[in-house]
């Protein structure tokens, strides 16, 4: 049976996330000490490298019959993990459903993602920070020969601990959009908070 990469929908979900994520989304607190920006963005560096293996992952099946359609659903469902670089890991669990056109890769995808820290354990200077909480990443992703546009939301919160004695939590609570036409400028939107600070500020959020 051929076997099609979804090339469109990692380039997608990759540049969705240089960008910045409904059910019952995980709640976050903001309490105890505090995290530079540093070391929050040392975190969602984590966060959007473990989204890397999602691609790598995920094909999709031609019809048994052997007739060639253009446009094939999707229909995924989402169970990697990733290490830390200092041990622990990140886990992701969800769906992934839409369409690919197999001739163009022009694209329509939602993805619904819970991502699970589990003593994640990531350095930022010279403080190791160990990570646990739980983020729901939604995201609708279009992607054409020409154009791109994506949108979504990012919610929930972790819980900290540093080896210089901080500990604490961070709520998260983002929207954010995109959107690219050849030709022309991107355009992108980040609004909402992360541990209490612009989420726009980030790296992970903004593309900067």
Known sequence: MRRYQKCAFGLAVGLALTLSACGDDPMGVNSGDELSDAEIQAIFNAFGGAFDDIDASASVAAPADGIQMAEIHVDQSVNVSAPCDLGGEISLNGSVDGTVDDETFASDIEMEVGVQFDACAVASDQNTLTVDGDIQFDSHVVLSETEFSADGSQVGGFEFTTNDGRTGSCAIDIDFSASYTE??????????????RSASQFEAYTGT
């Open 183 to 196: 030709g022309a400028s991107a355009q992108s939107n980040v609004s909402g908070t992360v541990c209490g």
